[in-house]
């Protein structure tokens, strides 16, 4: 005899940022539903407990990158990767968040029953010794919450006499802990967040980090303290505060990203004036800090206290802006002939999206390809019932979305519980002109986005990056525009919805 499958209600995938806070919507919104979080590694926080490099930082403030329903108390806005880390673990401390965990739990497949009304995932358990087993459960709604990065590898580009180099080669992603740059002579190769972060931290300690970047790149300079946010907590209990400052900096992200995509020329002069008054060296400006894309084209870097630029004023760091055209055994030979001496080079070449986390899904036996689909309120997909996918701003912090996204899940399936439905999922109603999910140039999004879901012309099916414009439609908006729900009691013989029809 067969035994039963457990069966939850609901079930969230990934405990770090975004998976914690979706437990606490979850455990708070969906009281007696049953529910559990998968982690597939053994420890909580994602992100920032696999990132392991020098300086290690959020580029958002703490107000919005943490949960309007946990104050953030610390001093500094932009925080450190360990403080973060620990902010996430002492909100999984919650009894109703941290027994609901299950670590070393990796799901590799799902499988929709429109008969059944539920998912069957497929996972893959690691126990204490390494043996990995298959097992299955069941669930009625799936919300992901593990992001759109490939965490196991991250993008590699082929560096041509690479393996002649007689130094050290470092991925950010997989940081040695061993690993002395002390006195060496450092190479960090892009111009990213992670680049941008680890160029002024090692420096402090390596005898010079060259930053190497194949073209110019935008840098903001931002206060780690907040001025408001430290004079309204002096002023305001924790929680009072802590709103108060997440809303101005809401307000104020949100004014800048406008000036930058309505007036970008207005937007650059700006950039540009702040960083030639921190660098003095105009001419490094124009040839480091002047890209030819508008700002926001790409996602903003930001240097917290100005300390990229105070490294490069002090000459322990620079900046070159070439190609590589060999490796040497002693360094990095550049297209204009010049060669960079290094010990150490550390590749900060980017992440690799990854769609639904490497998992395969199938909807009544048919594999759903996410390329073909549509996404829905910035969060579901078209034809796809019962699922939603959290994933957060790429102009603002990451949880402003995620939060609103948990709320709307749990709204969805109070809504589908009073009208005696099962399961609901979006349909498009008409042709569309479709743009990609992430509007940026950067390179990691080109290289991946035609496996996500594509957005629309109209709404829902608009992937906004306004904080100001989802929250009231996450929040109160309407939860049966665009969506196709089984009937909550169909006569005898009448067959469920056919989800063929729906997915477009």
Known sequence: METALEHLDVVIVGAGLSGI??????????????????EARGAIGGTWDLFRYPGVRSDSDMFTLGYPFRPWTEAKAIADGSSILSYIRETAEDPRIRERIRFRTKLVGAAWSSEDARWTLDLDVTDDDGGTERRQLTCGFLYLCSGYYNYDRGYEPSFPGLDSFAGEIVRPQFWPEDLDYAGKRVVVIGSGAT???????????????????????????????????????RRLPAGPAHHLARAKNVLFTQAFYQLCRRRPELAKKLIRTQTERILGDEASVRENFTPAYNPWDQRLCVAPSADLFKALKSGSASVVTDTIDIFTPTGIRLASGRELEADVVVTATGLSMLPLGGATFTVDGRPVDLGDSWVYRGLMVSGVPNLALCVGYTN???????????????????????????????AVDGAMTARPILDLTSGYVQRAVSAFPKQGDRQPWIMRQNYLLDAP?????SLSKNMVFDTPVPPSGTPAPDLQEIHA
Do not use: I, N
């Open 195 to 233: 680049a941008v972060t680890l160029v002024p931290s090692m420096a402090k300690e390596a005898h010079h980090v060259t930053m190497l970047q194949r073209s110019p790149t935008y840098v903001t300079a931002v206060p780690s303290r907040d001025k408001f946010s430290d004079a309204v907590r």
């Open 396 to 426: 603002a912090s990451w949880t402003l979305r995620a939060d609103l996204s948990s709320r709307y899940v749990c709204r969805l399936v109070r809504y589908m519980d009073r009208h005696g439905h099962r399961y609901g999922a979006p």
């Open 473 to 477: 439609t996450a929040l109160r908006g």
């Open 21 to 38: 806070g979706a437990a606490y919507r979850v455990s708070t919104g969906l009281t007696g539903k049953s529910f559990a979080v998968l």
